[in-house]
Structure formats: structure tokens, C-alpha cells
């Protein structure tokens, strides 16, 4: 077991057991002040540990590993990622030192601990990576069977290829964008089934995608697979992600070539990334695979991970009403078997590219992870706590992912993702 992550730990600084950030979790991100710019920091309860400010203070120097200090001060964690993971690791490490319970260094010393510790109410968070690259998968197989039964056939609601390929696309990277950025309606090009021609104007069918992103932590040659047996070296950590959709573009414009400008208005990516390492208590087994995928996708041990989510949506002014419960677990296909499919071809990978899972539902009518779902394509309405009803997201609503493992009264966090759906510009 990695040191970090027993469950023994506690720190000096007082942390809620209902926080997201206790010493075992230690996610990075990047954060901004007017005063110190863009630095890269570690949540740790409410505070944000400045990992530059920690490499001023010389508790980094020690370490077998390559420091230069500025790396913590930049605008992504790419140049830091990009020095691989024992230097993650080494440092994760040395931060869970500095915060423990008995640890003086950093609790005894005034002046340090103030250069180092700040208020997360007291930052803004800024997007973790600069994506080079950003695919979204479709691995959740309860969602894929749900919109084959709604646009397909209920009764061949998997398309034949669904059991054999992790199914994804190329989506857009530029849009996107840190949680609390704010989401403007798209515009586009929909055609109802009995209209005549399509018309141009703001989607009337603007849905979420309950997702869990993983972000490349290594950067490949071009022609070189990478075996699944090493996928998760490759992997640096995961956030959540709302990928979201306009339903109605989508479904006139996604024929032959797939997903467009109904995905690429603006996705949201939570700001603080949880390792791999600080989740390796909650890995599971995935469900059981029929048929038995190709020799190249065959894993061995598990590769899923125990991680509740949920979805909320609040009314502007009004209340929040948890709309959806779901779990990452319930992906058919891991995150190891969609990047070794991506690299199969010898397609290469980059440092900070984002990999987005797909839509997470579960079985049951409370797990689903779209509006598409919840409502069954506009035919349910979905009551929310003000005594309104939706079928899909209006103006106004601001719509929270959150999500979070726990075992033995251990909690990681992932904080939120959040974003608020404004008016289309005049079209
Ligand atoms: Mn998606």
C-alpha cells in the first residue's frame, strides 16, 4: 500500500469528515490569486496548499527528483505531469509528510505555513490541464442500451459492434472549460422528424452527460500501441465532466460521421485531480464480459473503481433536487481498455489529454446520467423540488456533478463540477 494512502493518517490542519479532501486524497490543481498569479496546488480540507511556496521553502529539495520550482508556477499541471510518476508520487508523498498530525516542519513554522496555506475561498480554481487532445468514450452499457431502445430498436437496442469496441469519438478540446464557468445555449441546425426542412436557432433540447475523465499522464511515439498490461501507467488521474449535449443538433447532424457541433459548444471538467494512486483502495471488478473481448483488450485484475456520483439541478433563485445517483463502477468498459483501443492503431498520446468515459448509468430509473434518460426523451418529465418539471435544462439552471469513494471512513473526493446554462446569443 502506498504510505499516502493509509487510513491511519491525520493531519494537523482541521479537516470535516464529510470533506472531500482529507490527507489521503491530496489532489492537484491550479489556482490564481491577483497576488501570486497561476500556481499549482493540493486540496487538502478547505485550504489549498501552494506547491510553489512549498518549493521556496526548500521541503522539496531533499527529494530524488527532478524540482524546478517553475514548474508549480504555471497556468496547467502538463509540465508537471510530463515529469512522470515517480516525481507525482514522491511529491504526493512528501506533502502527506508535511501535513501529518506530528509532522513540525510546516505546522511550527509561522511564517511558512502562511506562504503555503491558503483558503479555497480565497482562490480561483483554473482548468487543471491544457488538453491537447480529448476523446469521449460510450462505455457505459446501460446508457448505450437506453438510446438504442429510444432511437433504434428496442430489441437490438446494442448496435453489433457495442460488445466488441470500446465506442468513442474525437471530441473538441478548446472548449473546455473549469467548473463554475458559465454555459451559453448553442445555436444550431435541428430538424424535428415531421418538418420539412431544418431551421437554424438556440437548441431546445440542452442535456448534461454524468461522465468521469481521465487525464494522460504520459505522451507516446506515433505508431506505438501501448499493451493494456501498462495502460494505467499512462494514466495520471481522473476528474469529473460534464460532457454536455444539445440533443436536437445532435441527433440531425450525427449521420454518417458521429457527434459535432451538438458536443463541442462546452464541456466542464472539475479543477482538482485525483490520482490514480490515491484511488488504488477502491478499485472493483467491472461486470463480467460476454463475449470475451479481443486478446488485445483482455485485463487481467481490476480496473474499475468504487466511486458514487450525483447529479443536481438547481433553478435560478430556487432549490437544488439531486436528480441522479449513478456510480463509476458501472462502466462495461475500463479506462484501460479505452486507451490501449486508442493507441491499437499506433494513435499517440499526450500529456494532459483529456479521455471522457461516456455517460455513467446505472440499472435502475434513479442512476441515469442524461437528462435524455431521466425524462425518457421528453415523454417523463422529471419533477424537481420547486414543483417545476423538466425535460431537459433550461436557462437559468445550474447543473452540480459531485462525486466521492469511501471504505474503512476514508472519503476521496472529487469536490464538483458545476456550470450554469444562460440564453443563446441571438441566432
Ligand atoms: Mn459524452
Redesign the pocket.
Known amino acids: 500500500m502506498l504510505a499516502a494512502n493509509n487510513p491511519a493518517l491525520h493531519s494537523w490542519i482541521d479537516i470535516a469528515p464529510t470533506s472531500d479532501f482529507p490527507i489521503q486524497n491530496l489532489p492537484f490543481g491550479v489556482f490564481e490569486t491577483p497576488e501570486r498569479g497561476a500556481r499549482l496546488g493540493v486540496a487538502i480540507g478547505e485550504y489549498v496548499l501552494d506547491l510553489y511556496a512549498v518549493s521556496q521553502h526548500g521541503f522539496f529539495e531533499d527529494l530524488d527528483i527532478p524540482t524546478q520550482p517553475k514548474v508549480f508556477r504555471r497556468r496547467s499541471l502538463n509540465g508537471f505531469i510530463a515529469l512522470g510518476r515517480p516525481t507525482w508520487r514522491a511529491v504526493r508523498q512528501r506533502v502527506s509528510e508535511l501535513l501529518r498530525h506530528d509532522n513540525p516542519a510546516l505546522r511550527d513554522h509561522e511564517e511558512a505555513m502562511h506562504a503555503c496555506l491558503l483558503r479555497q475561498s480565497e482562490v480561483t480554481m483554473l482548468r487543471p490541464v491544457k488538453p491537447g487532445n480529448y476523446t ?1 468514450f ?1 462505455s457505459s452499457i446501460e446508457h448505450a442500451t437506453n438510446v438504442g431502445i429510444m432511437f433504434r430498436d428496442p430489441a437490438n437496442a446494442l448496435l453489433p459492434n457495442w460488445r466488441h469496441i470500446p465506442i468513442g469519438y474525437h471530441g473538441r478540446a478548446s472548449s473546455i472549460v473549469v467548473s463554475g464557468t458559465d454555459i451559453r445555449r448553442p445555436n444550431g441546425q435541428r430538424k424535428a422528424p415531421d418538418a420539412a426542412a431544418p431551421t437554424f436557432g438556440p437548441s431546445q433540447q440542452l442535456d448534461f ?1 454524468l ?1 468521469v475523465a481521465f487525464i494522460g499522464g504520459r505522451s507516446t511515439e506515433l505508431g506505438h500501441p501501448v499493451p493494456i498490461q501498462q495502460a494505467e501507467d499512462h494514466i495520471f488521474g481522473l476528474v469529473l465532466f460534464n ?1 454536455w ?1 444539445a440533443r436536437d443538433i445532435q441527433s440531425w447532424e450525427y449521420v454518417p460521421l458521429g457527434p459535432f457541433l451538438g ?1 463541442s459548444f462546452g464541456s466542464s471538467i472539475s479543477p482538482w485531480v485525483v490520482t490514480l494512486d490515491a484511488l488504488e483502495p477502491f478499485r472493483v471488478a467491472g461486470p463480467a464480459q460476454e463475449p470475451e473481448p479481443l486478446l488485445y483488450l483482455r485485463q487481467l485484475d481490476q480496473h474499475n473503481f468504487d466511486i458514487s456520483l450525483e447529479v443536481g439541478i438547481q433553478p435560478a433563485g430556487g432549490p437544488e433536487t439531486i436528480v441522479s445517483h449513478s456510480n463509476f463502477k458501472f462502466m462495461y468498459w475500463s479506462m484501460a481498455q479505452q486507451l490501449t483501443h486508442q493507441t491499437s492503431n499506433g494513435c499517440n498520446l499526450q500529456v494532459g489529454d483529456v479521455y ?1 468515459s ?2 455513467i448509468s446505472g440499472s435502475t430509473p434513479d442512476s441515469l446520467g442524461s437528462m435524455l434518460e431521466l425524462a425518457w426523451r421528453g415523454t417523463r418529465p422529471l419533477p424537481l423540488s420547486d414543483g417545476s418539471e423538466r425535460k431537459f435544462i433550461q436557462d437559468g439552471d445550474t447543473v452540480t456533478m459531485r462525486g466521492h469513494a469511501e471504505r474503512n471512513g476514508v472519503r476521496i473526493g472529487f469536490g464538483e463540477v458545476r456550470g450554469t446554462v444562460f440564453p443563446a446569443l441571438n441566432s
Open positions: 469521449d460510450y452527460e461522465e460532457d449535449s458536443k471522457a461516456g455517460t
